[in-house]
């Protein structure tokens, strides 16, 4: 078992929903390295031979099992890319704990780009959880790169519920799915911007199989000088049904671009978008101040039930 210094604890706290415990299916990669891994019956991990990263093989006699992967970089001038594949076979039920938190008190640019692809079979359930956060007192840049394939064969479910907690001062996010027949996609998306930081997500659906569906949320709020840019974009090419939801609270100076796209090649492809900016609803905190709670306060709590 590996010993774990205060930093790696604290930032596993904030990026692992569950609490990271050394059993189980695990892989915690440190400053670019694997620092420690544990594999299960159903699930093997194994470390990549020709580049970073790692492959996760998980059986269909997987049933409510986890598999928690956090990577922590907590060097000043790093730059840390990894390659995780993901092989889930049919009719496995999985949850997926993931995220990246960076801890940086020096000058230079600290930067993790993780690459993922899952292929997830026939009839399979898989929920990934993916959480961003960044801390330190450096002025070097905490900024985080993710990209992330996923295709789904027939009659599977998907959950993509991603957070960026706070404290990531540069983030681009590409998403791509490739849906089969009657696949099922969740895609959940919460982000909070502060100071000058900058945000920005695409996201292409390829909803390819008869009667798959998709529903994507996003919510964000931005405050201080940030800037926001989200692109959401589902394609319709059979009888399938997509909506798309965005929803900003923009504060002070912030900048936000929300650009959901629909594209239907399919006389049956129905495809719906929402998108909503706007500022903190004054009637919400004038109430919440008649319970003694201050402006400051009061946003906060605003902001909370918004995100959650």
Avoid: W
């Avoid at 159903?42 to 990577?71: L, N």
């Avoid at 998108?275 to 609803?281: C, D, K, P």
Wanted: with cysteine.
């Amino acid at each position: 078992m590996a010993n774990l210094d205060q930093i790696t604890e604290s930032i596993l706290e904030q990026i692992d929903t569950e609490g990271f415990r050394q059993e189980g299916a695990y892989n915690l990669r440190y400053n670019g390295y694997s620092l420690c891994h544990g594999n299960t019956e159903h699930i093997t991990i194994k470390r990549k031979e020709d580049k970073q990263g790692i492959d996760v093989y998980i059986s269909g006699q997987a049933k409510g099992e986890q598999v928690h992967i956090p990577v922590v970089v907590a060097a000043s001038g790093m730059v840390d890319e990894v390659y995780n594949d993901f092989y889930i076979e049919d009719g496995a039920e999985v949850t997926i704990i993931a995220g990246c938190g960076i801890h940086n008190s020096g000058c230079n640019d600290s930067r993790h780009d993780g690459i993922h692809s899952f292929h997830i079979g026939k009839n399979a359930n898989v929920r990934y959880e993916e959480k961003h956060y960044g801390e330190g007192k450096g002025t070097g840049a905490r900024i985080l790169n993710p990209v992330t394939k996923i295709y789904l064969d027939d009659h599977c479910v998907f959950t993509l519920d991603t957070a960026q907690i706070k404290g990531v001062d540069s983030t681009k996010r590409e998403t791509e799915v490739v849906m089969g027949e009657g696949s099922k996609l969740f895609v959940i998306e919460k982000l909070m911007t502060h100071d000058g930081q900058s945000a920005v997500s695409d996201m292409d659906i390829y909803l390819n199989g008869t009667g798959s569906s998709a529903q994507i949320i996003s919510r964000s709020v931005a405050r201080g000088k940030s800037r926001q840019v989200f692109h959401p974009r589902a394609i319709g090419n059979a009888l399938c049904h997509a909506h798309i939801q965005c929803d900003s609270i923009i504060m002070d100076q912030a900048q936000v671009c929300s650009i959901p796209e629909i594209d239907a090649k399919h006389v049956d492809a129905a495809i719906i978008h929402e998108a909503a900016i706007g500022r903190i609803n004054s009637e919400q905190l004038i109430k919440l101040n008649t319970f003694g709670l201050s402006d400051e306060a009061a946003e906060a709590v605003i902001i909370e039930n918004f995100l959650n």
